[in-house]
């Protein structure tokens, strides 16, 4: 599989973040599209052979737009060249969680899982509350060997215990957690590989996966909240 397509656009995208410069290579955006729409499905399909739930995505209904919204933030770069894709048994929302993967040139590439959104205070409820009643399941996933070796559980996090949990609990540093995700960084040289790539990432995928399970047994029942 070729994705020399995507680094190449993504990294010229980096360097002219402009609107002039984006409309005119528009054929460039459409060919490492495709090359990206074409390594999600391999990554699909390799997911779905230990994970079948995400065999019905589409992968062009699982991937992000490079166009960012600016009205908040300091950084008015119309847009983020990264080619970004969620795979979960609903798609590319939050929750379910998933497989996630950006590809952003020049060390910013990594594979995901777990909940990143921390603004939805239910979906952080309901984790924390789970991890409260098994606290011990969490652990035996976090601490298994494969697991220690790749990943370690980040979020955002508050100061103190919230209210309304046991400042002693054995679980106490991940209550204070609003979300909880993994990240592994993966380097340029590494997504050069193509079908070497998606055997590394399906393998570490793999390895998420009781991570994933967990957090998803914590989240039965919620829903999205109304835009």
Request: hydrophobic share 35%.
């Given at each position: ?65 490079l166009v960012r919204d600016t009205r908040f933030s300091h950084d008015k770069s119309p847009y983020n060249p990264a080619f970004r894709a969620h795979i979960s048994s609903e798609g590319k929302l939050p929750v379910p969680v998933g497989y996630y993967l950006t590809i952003r040139p020049g060390g910013g590439t990594f594979l995901g899982g777990g909940l990143f959104a921390d ?109």
């Amino acid at each position: 599989m070729d994705t020399k397509k995507i680094l190449t656009y993504l990294t010229d995208l980096s360097r002219n973040n402009n609107r002039e410069w984006y409309h005119a290579h528009k054929a460039e955006n459409k060919a490492a599209n495709a090359q990206f729409l074409e390594l999600v499905q391999e990554l699909i399909l390799g997911i779905g052979a230990f994970d079948g739930s995400v065999l019905h995505n589409r992968p062009e209904d699982l991937t992000f737009k490079l166009v960012r919204d600016t009205r908040f933030s300091h950084d008015k770069s119309p847009y983020n060249p990264a080619f970004r894709a969620h795979i979960s048994s609903e798609g590319k929302l939050p929750v379910p969680v998933g497989y996630y993967l950006t590809i952003r040139p020049g060390g910013g590439t990594f594979l995901g899982g777990g909940l990143f959104a921390d603004m939805f205070r239910d979906a952080t409820e309901m984790v924390r509350g789970y991890i409260a009643e098994h606290g011990d399941e969490f652990e035996a996933i976090i601490h298994a060997p494969a697991f220690e070796e790749h990943f370690r559980v980040q979020g955002t996090s508050l100061k103190k215990v919230p209210a309304g949990y046991d400042r002693e609990h054995p679980q106490a540093e991940y209550l204070k957690y609003k979300s909880w995700y993994l990240e592994y960084p993966m380097a340029d040289e590494a997504v050069e590989e193509g079908e070497a790539f998606v055997s590394e990432a399906v393998r570490l995928f793999r390895i998420m996966k009781p991570f994933n399970d967990y957090l998803n047994r914590a989240l039965v029942g919620f829903r999205m909240p109304e835009r």
